[in-house]
């Protein structure tokens, strides 16, 4: 069960209300009345969510996903296939068009529905998937195309057939390409942002966060039941994960975060999604002007710096003090 849907529903029957007074054309004290406590309810209902709220929120069956990202751009031509296995429709990728720029955009696509999400994997991308994500790198920095990624997925695919096909190596070969192609490379975390399966597509130049999205090395829900056999207590493995937009800015993970709506990026969808896509045409124009050699060892140097121990004392043999 979704917090966040059921939490809505007392909200969605009050706008529904005021919906109804509109198109009878009433105003006046009543729709103040209404107006003021739907803001009331609103303020009170999402004002400040607790980790595993977000969590719900970055699952919620009605946010933005890769398609609406997609839809939003110029222009886009999907490109198939690994060459070596099969297409994976989890990964969406392509030539595309932002804001009157040529890029190449990789994306972790979810479903609308029961049997989309089914053909989709549910995002969660499979060996070929990511080693058509690598492939489209590479041809990427053949065409000196910038690199957009929109990363929503759970985590990669844990089938048998995938680790069959060697899931790690395909993860880790997306790592490697994305330490060496010497284009800018800008990521979005707009849902959740799994483990090795959100970070194959994620290793960027600038990363861009939804408000409301989460990033971590483990589901809740997983991290609950290795730490303490009980997956019930993933709220609690929530808040020691620190998986928010807000942990993540300050930890230096992520380097902008995306204001949300109040209640979620799906109450007001276009104009969030236009939010991120202006982040994203900032942080290419700045990219842009930087040498290949420069942008390659700057982006070495950021994540050579993520958890890297600062210790106040002197420094000892063997090691950091």
């Not at 609103?42 to 890769?66: C, Q, Y």
């Not at 700057?298 to 106040?312: E, M």
């Amino acid at each position: 069960m979704n917090v966040i849907v059921e939490r809505e529903k007392g909200l969605t029957e009050l706008e529904a209300r005021i919906g109804q007074l509109r198109e009878r054309g009433t105003s006046g004290g009543e729709m103040l009345a209404l107006e003021q406590k739907v803001e009331a309810l609103r303020r009170d209902l999402f004002g400040t969510l607790s980790a595993w709220e977000r969590v719900n929120m970055a699952r919620h069956p009605k946010r933005p996903i890769a398609s609406d990202y997609l839809a939003a751009l110029d222009a886009f031509d999907e490109l198939h296939g690994d060459r070596h296995f099969r297409d994976d429709p989890a990964l969406v990728g392509g030539f595309a068009k932002l804001r009157g720029r040529n890029v190449m955009v990789l994306s972790q696509q979810k479903g609308r529905d029961t049997k989309e999400n089914i053909r989709r994997n549910f995002g969660m991308v499979s060996p070929e998937g990511y080693r058509k994500a690598s492939r489209l790198m590479d041809l990427a920095a053949r065409f000196h195309l910038p690199i957009v990624s929109f990363v929503d997925t759970s985590g990669a695919d844990p089938g048998i057939g995938s680790e069959e096909r060697a899931q790690s190596e395909a993860i880790a070969g997306c790592l490697m390409t994305l330490t060496r192609v010497a284009v800018p490379v800008v990521a979005a975390i707009v849902g959740e942002g799994g483990s090795g399966g959100a970070l194959a597509i994620a290793l960027a130049d600038h990363v861009i966060m939804a408000e409301n999205a989460v990033y971590s090395v483990a589901s809740p829900e997983g991290c609950a039941a290795i730490l303490w056999g009980d997956a019930a207590r993933a709220p609690e493995a929530a808040e020691h994960l620190k998986l928010t937009s807000n942990d993540l800015l300050g930890f230096g993970i992520v380097d902008e975060i995306a204001p949300e709506p109040l209640g979620g990026a799906h109450r007001d969808s276009a104009p969030f999604i236009q939010r991120v896509l202006d982040g994203i045409e900032r942080a290419l124009s700045r990219l842009a002007a930087l040498p290949a050699a420069e942008l390659l060892d700057t982006r070495y140097r950021k994540y050579r710096r993520i958890g890297s121990w600062r210790g106040k004392g002197p420094v000892r043999a063997g090691g950091l003090a």
